[in-house]
């Protein structure tokens, strides 16, 4: 069924102004440990912080906005969340000392309008088209996520690294500007998303909520670790740039077609497993080998494979066992779980990385090892089976 015009706008909007809020935040994620420890007063851990605090106000935020939303209705609330975010990082762009940053950073994530956006989104699709609408957002969400961490290490070598916070400053603006003149219009009537009974918390349901969680620990201390190992090895910035250009390019080429392909033929189980093995992989071949610029390829090669595999797959199969009536709601604790998996992630990798050591190894090796024993109790606990066209 064809996109009426009304859901052709709601979806391009949505898309836009979530794109654009993430999109400089991908951009600081690859190298901000680096940068952030060369502000006045930072150590490691407060670098964390600086990295956390926003993914923690986000997790905090998201269902006061979202209920406010219900009140007032949501073009005003992603107004307000988005001029949080706005001045956040004008506040981040003008820091000179390490505490002021993470002022900044929580003003950033105290504008947390996902949830709103969402039901924005559900609102205003019929239940036909509600699923392919997701799906465009998240291709969108995805596309910035590849572009951000393209481009942020090399925006970031030639200019400056606070030049990352005028941008999301830019990016902020323009969605102000986009909600103001074509944000749809909240909708009264909603009768035909009835809410009887609720959200049905699945054992299924939690798994993948569980997963969302998993997922962001493990990206946030792999995040925080990988260009300090770098820093350490070789102390360049410029190399950065394409030290990222080359681990993440293979999947960037080949999971997204790989997972549309094996969709088709309903073997999305297969790219789990085999998400899971390449985490597996480069996690055993950084704790078994010497710490060198080829294992650290390596490391980041068979990482990004696993982690877009999951990027990917989640989302599509939370709208397998959300129904439509209730995918707003249903999204909101993926969501939740998602931020606090980046906070405990980053300020806990920040604090262990700090002590130089953990258990009478290098802190790096320490933090690899957690994320593998992190890894395999996600793997224990699993993924619920995906099946195309079953909704549970």
Known sequence: MSFSIIEKKATTVVSLILSLRLLGLFMLLPIFSIYATEYSNSNLFLAGVAIGIYS????????????????????????????????????????????????????????????????????????????????IVGLSVGMAFVIGFLIGPLVSSIYSFRILFLLLFGFGILAIITTSIFYPKNIKDISSHPTNGGLKISKNLIKIYFSSFMLSLILSIFLFIYPL??????????????????????????????????????????????????LFLGFSYFLLQNQNESTLYVLGILFFLGIT??????????????????????????????????????????????????????????????????????????IPSYTKGKQI
């Open 309 to 382: 595999i999951f990027q990917s797959v989640l989302p599509s199969l939370l709208s397998l066992y959300v129904s439509d009536q209730m995918r707003a709601t249903g999204t909101g604790p993926y969501y939740i779980l998602s931020f606090l998996g980046h906070a405990v992630g980053s300020i806990s990798a920040g604090y262990i990385y700090s002590k130089g050591s953990l258990f009478s190894f290098p802190s790096s090796y320490g933090l690899i090892f957690i994320t593998f024993i992190v890894l395999a109790l996600w793997t224990l606990i699993g």
């Open 229 to 278: 190992i770098w820093k350490v090895l070789d102390g360049g910035e410029k190399s950065l740039s394409l030290v990222y250009l080359i681990i993440f390019l293979p999947a960037a080429i080949l999971i997204y077609p790989s997972i549309r392909y094996l969709e088709k033929k309903n073997k999305i189980n297969h790219a789990i497993r085999a998400g899971w093995s390449f």
């Open 56 to 135: 923690l106000a986000q997790a905090i935020m998201q269902v006061p906005l979202a209920y406010l939303s219900d009140k007032i209705g949501r073009k005003k609330v992603v107004l307000f969340g988005l001029s949080l975010f706005t001045i956040g990082s004008l506040i981040c762009y003008f820091s000179i000392d390490i505490n002021t940053l993470i002022f900044g950073r929580i003003v950033q994530g105290c504008g947390a309008i996902s949830s709103v956006g969402v039901a924005t989104l559900s609102e205003n699709t019929t239940k036909e088209n509600r699923a392919s609408a997701f799906t």
